[in-house]
């Protein structure tokens, strides 16, 4: 992913889930770990036959590495009770 679109999608993607996840405790993660895993993840797609969609890819595999590391995306209180809600209705608990 040399192109420097990609780059700069890269360092966007980078900012975002540093912002984004927190630990189990409500903390945001070291945004150095979240660094290498984004441009590890990138590293292991540089050479994918259709570029097009590594971005994405990139993304997608890196949130699930940091998943697998206890991260996950802070909920507010407003999304929180829309999942709560939700999963409620998925189960008939109305």
């Not at 189990?24 to 070291?30: I, L, N, Q, T």
Request: negative net charge.
């Amino acid at each position: 992913m040399t192109d420097p679109a990609n780059d700069q999608r890269l360092e966007t993607l980078k900012r975002r889930l540093s912002t984004e996840l927190v630990d189990e405790r409500g903390r945001a993660p070291d945004a150095d770990a979240v660094d290498a895993v984004v441009v590890a993840t990138a590293d292991h797609l540089a050479d994918a036959p259709i570029q097009d969609f590594v971005p994405l890819l990139v993304e997608h595999q890196a949130l699930d590495e940091l998943r697998r590391r206890g991260l996950h995306r802070e909920l507010d209180d407003e999304m929180a009770a829309a999942a709560r809600s939700s999963a409620d209705e998925r189960r008939g608990d109305r």
